[in-house]
């Protein structure tokens, strides 16, 4: 059944970690290491069953290949999940346990925070092993990667104007930004310094508040943002805000946000394509973050992390170009451009973890 999944998922490896006395149960899953080892978060959730476990860290490891071939990255895909309740659950042998499962596996995984899982458990986990990124600062981190992450949105953005507009006048638009918090602020923040109009919504009035005061943002209800008169919905809040309700009030005719899973199924990004609203495909935009972690594997460096968003503007031009020349819908047109990347690096027939070595030269503060 298990082996049944992974033909069709194409994954290479799914270890499962138990430990008993300290409460783990864990999975890792390894999708695919042809340009490097596999980088994704960890992930900590109350699962109500263990097949919903491995369906979500399949489904994540998955997501984490293309994110990773895409951003051009020499890294490959993978996503553990640790089974367990992140308000009640958490303790240090937990995490250092993990850790010892993540050691095991000789640096063909790269760990890093997901959802339920913050700097503080890294550091544990970093006690067990140097396969993790995200640590904090003191330890060669790469920090908060929202700004980043903010910053390549704009990229993306730019790219997205010019094939839909042939100008990349950031101002000269009107913006719908859903959801203003780390991602979202900061990239309301970029389009007020480059003048846009900019209408926004989220649940938090305080934040709202905060657009409207510092950078003279319109204030819009929580259901208005699909319907305002804007050129761009930006989704920087939750995923499946691209529905078959939201998609026919939209006047934007571009898609480009931080949010992501932003369509809800693959039917919404074919209708989305037929309207002729341009869609840029969210795992392209919002590569920051991993762009940003990944650093921390050759010894981090803002400068480089800021050189390398900008690559994200490259990356979307391509998705466009392989649109255009396959026919196809851009969200299509991205996993395309992933695994044709994967395809052509995997025929140089790179060793295995080549990478791995270079965590040697971290230097493991006392901690
Ligand atoms: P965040 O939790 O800081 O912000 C999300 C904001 O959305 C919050 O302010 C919340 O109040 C608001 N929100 C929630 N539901 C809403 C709704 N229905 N309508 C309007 N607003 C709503 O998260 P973040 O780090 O800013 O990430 C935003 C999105 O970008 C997420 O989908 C995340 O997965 C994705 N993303 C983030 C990063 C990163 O570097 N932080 C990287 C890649 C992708």
Redesign the pocket.
């Known amino acids: 059944m298990i082996f049944e999944t992974l033909d069709t998922t194409g994954h290479e490896q799914v270890v499962f970690c138990h430990n008993k006395d300290a409460g783990l149960k864990a999975i890792i899953a390894i999708h695919n290491t042809v340009l490097g080892p596999a980088l994704g978060g960890t992930r900590m959730w109350p699962y109500p069953t263990e097949a919903d476990a491995l369906k979500d860290v399949l489904r994540l490891s998955r997501g984490m290949t293309y994110k990773n071939a895409v951003a051009g990255l020499n890294i490959g895909g993978g996503k553990a999940v640790i089974i367990g309740d992140p308000a009640t659950d958490k303790s240090e042998a937990l995490f250092r346990a993990f850790g010892q499962f993540v050691e095991s596996l000789g640096g063909r995984y790269i760990t890093a925070e997901d959802v339920g899982i913050d700097v503080n458990d890294m550091e544990y986990v970093y006690r067990e092993t140097e396969y993790v990124t995200g640590v904090h600062q003191v330890h060669g981190g790469s920090g908060?990667?929202?700004?980043?992450?903010?910053y390549g949105t704009l990229q993306g953005l730019m790219a997205t104007l010019n094939r839909k507009y042939g100008d990349e006048e950031v101002g000269k638009y009107s913006y719908a930004v859903?959801?203003?918090?780390?991602?979202?602020?900061?990239f309301v923040k970029l389009l007020k310094e480059r003048g846009a109009k900019i209408f926004v919504?989220?649940?938090?009035k305080q934040?709202v508040d905060k657009a409207v005061s510092e950078y003279g943002a319109e204030a819009v209800g929580?259901e208005e943002?699909y319907d305002v008169a804007a050129d761009v919905y930006s989704?920087?809040?939750?995923?499946g805000?691209i529905n078959e309700q939201t998609l026919p009030r939209l006047k934007a005719q571009v898609i480009c946000?931080?949010?992501?899973?932003q369509l809800a199924n693959n039917a919404i990004g074919d209708e989305v394509e037929k309207r002729g609203i341009l869609y840029a495909p969210?795992y392209a935009v919002?590569?920051?973050?991993?762009m940003?972690v990944s650093l921390e594997i050759d010894g981090y460096n803002r400068e480089r992390a800021m050189r390398m968003m900008r690559t994200i503007y490259h990356n979307l031009a391509r998705i466009y170009e392989i649109s255009e020349r396959d026919g196809v819908p851009t969200y299509m047109a991205a996993d395309r451009l992933a695994e044709e990347r994967i395809i052509a690096i995997g025929k140089l027939k790179l060793p295995l973890g080549r990478t791995a070595p270079r965590f040697q030269g971290r230097i493991r503060g006392n901690h």
Do not use: R, W
Request: aromatic share 2%; hydrophobic share 35%; net charge negative.
């Open positions: 908060d990667p929202s700004p980043f992450t903010a859903q959801g203003l918090g780390h991602v979202g602020m900061e919504t989220d649940i938090n934040l929580l943002i989704p920087c809040a939750l995923g805000t946000g931080a949010a992501n899973n969210d919002n590569a920051g973050g991993v940003n």
